[in-house]
T-cell receptor
Framework: DTEVTQTPKHLVMGMTNKKSLKCEQH?????MYWYKQKAKKPPELMFV???????INESVPSRFSPECPNSSLLNLHLHALQPEDSALYLC??????????FGPGTRLTVL | RKEVEQDPGPFNVPEGATVAFNCTYS??????FFWYRQDCRKEPKLLMS???SGNEDGRFTAQLNRASQYISLLIRDSKLSDSATYLC?????????FGTGTSLTVIP
């Protein structure tokens, strides 16, 4: 199983809403990642979890809050987002010394 | 200085052509190198890892030059289905650094 799943596929939210993005992998990978991707740009790293501990936070605004409940799950909690936060949010996982596998992403629109 | 530099293109080539993409990286301690393919509005998918000795997978050949700190991807006999954005990725440690991506369109 080389699959990373993400839900929901699409999300539309207002600036006052609270929502969560979910990511799951069953490949036994010990590193999980959140990326944000705007059109015609490469993925931009937001957070890295290694062995369920937050190891990298790329100066992401506090309206984005990651959570790693266990080694297979990764969440991204969203609150008070801005329209410029609209993007494709990608989750990925990897072993500590090999390639990343990406989920299909959540396309987020903030109104 | 960017961790990874990549020519964004676009490359527009006829079917059957050979096309090459290059990336340079700045961190000489980088150990792992990859090429990903990304179709419009989809997630990046691993095309191939890049090994020191070079490696080939069908029409695709990847090369690594550690002395000059660049990696390359050669696509032979281009197909319409090769049209996509190709991202080079460099991994020093627990972080992945992406190039800007090179857009390829294969024209009938």
């Amino acid at each position: 199983d080389t699959e990373v799943t993400q839900t929901p596929k699409h999300l539309v939210m207002g600036m006052t809403n609270k929502k969560s993005l979910k990511c799951e992998q069953h490949m036994g990978h010990r590193a999980m990642y959140w990326y944000k991707q705007k059109a015609k740009k490469p993925p931009e790293l937001m957070f890295v979890y290694s062995y369920e501990k937050l190891s990298i936070n790329e100066s992401v605004p506090s309206r984005f809050s990651p959570e790693c409940p266990n080694s297979s799950l990764l969440n991204l909690h969203l609150h008070a987002l801005q329209p410029e936060d609209s993007a494709l949010y990608l989750c990925a996982s990897s072993q500590l010394d090999s390639e990343q596998f990406f989920g299909p992403g959540t396309r987020l629109t903030v109104l | 200085r960017k961790e990874v530099e990549q020519d964004p293109g676009p490359f527009n080539v006829p079917e059957g052509a050979t096309v090459a993409f290059n990336c340079t990286y700045s961190n000489s301690a980088s150990q792992s190198f990859f090429w990903y393919r990304q179709d419009c509005r989809k997630e990046p998918k691993l095309l191939m890892s890049v090994y020191s000795s070079g490696n080939e997978d069908g029409r695709f050949t990847a090369q690594l030059n550690r002395a000059s700190q660049y990696i390359s991807l050669l696509i032979r006999d281009s197909k319409l289905s090769d049209s996509a954005t190709y991202l080079c990725v460099v991994r020093p440690g627990n972080q992945f650094y992406f190039g800007t991506g090179t857009s390829l369109t294969v024209i009938p």
